[in-house]
C-alpha cells in the first residue's frame, strides 16, 4: 500500500486548506474497513495524531485542532481529506495519513505552513 498525501502549502494564518491522502495498491475493501487518521509532525517533535475517523464515520479530533478541522472520507476514491480552518501558526507541519495499527508503510506527507 502507498499513502500519497497532497494539499499542503504556505497559508496565511486565518486561512483554510484541504489536504488529501490517497491510498494506492490497497483493494476497496481494506481501506474501507479501517479507521483512518491524520498525523502531523512539526520539526524536532514527535509524529501526534490529529484526526481519526472510523470505518463507520465516526469522528475524533485533538483537542487543540477540535472546532478547526474536519475529516472526511471517500472509500470509493480511497481517500481521506482534511478540511483545516482558521490556521494557526502553531499548525505548522508535515501532515501525513494512515490507518488505524498495524499501521502501513508512511508516505512523504504533505508540508504546511502556516505564516504570514
Known amino acids: 500500500v502507498q499513502l500519497q498525501a497532497s494539499g499542503g502549502g504556505l497559508v496565511q494564518p486565518g486561512g483554510s486548506v484541504r489536504l488529501s491522502c490517497r491510498a494506492s495498491g490497497s483493494i476497496f475493501s481494506v481501506f474501507r474497513g479501517n479507521d483512518m487518521g491524520w498525523y502531523r509532525q512539526a520539526p524536532g517533535k514527535q509524529r501526534d495524531l490529529v484526526a481519526q475517523?472510523?470505518?463507520?464515520?465516526?469522528?475524533y479530533y485533538a483537542g487543540s485542532v477540535k472546532g478547526r478541522f474536519t475529516i472526511s472520507r471517500d472509500n470509493s476514491k480511497r481517500t481521506v481529506y482534511l478540511q483545516m480552518n482558521s490556521l494557526k501558526p502553531e499548525d505548522t507541519a508535515v501532515y501525513y495519513c494512515?490507518?488505524?495499527?498495524?499501521?502501513?508503510?508512511w508516505g512523504p506527507g504533505t508540508q504546511v505552513t502556516v505564516s504570514s
Open positions: 494512515n490507518k488505524e495499527l498495524p499501521r502501513w508503510p
Open positions: 475517523i472510523t470505518s463507520s464515520g465516526d469522528t
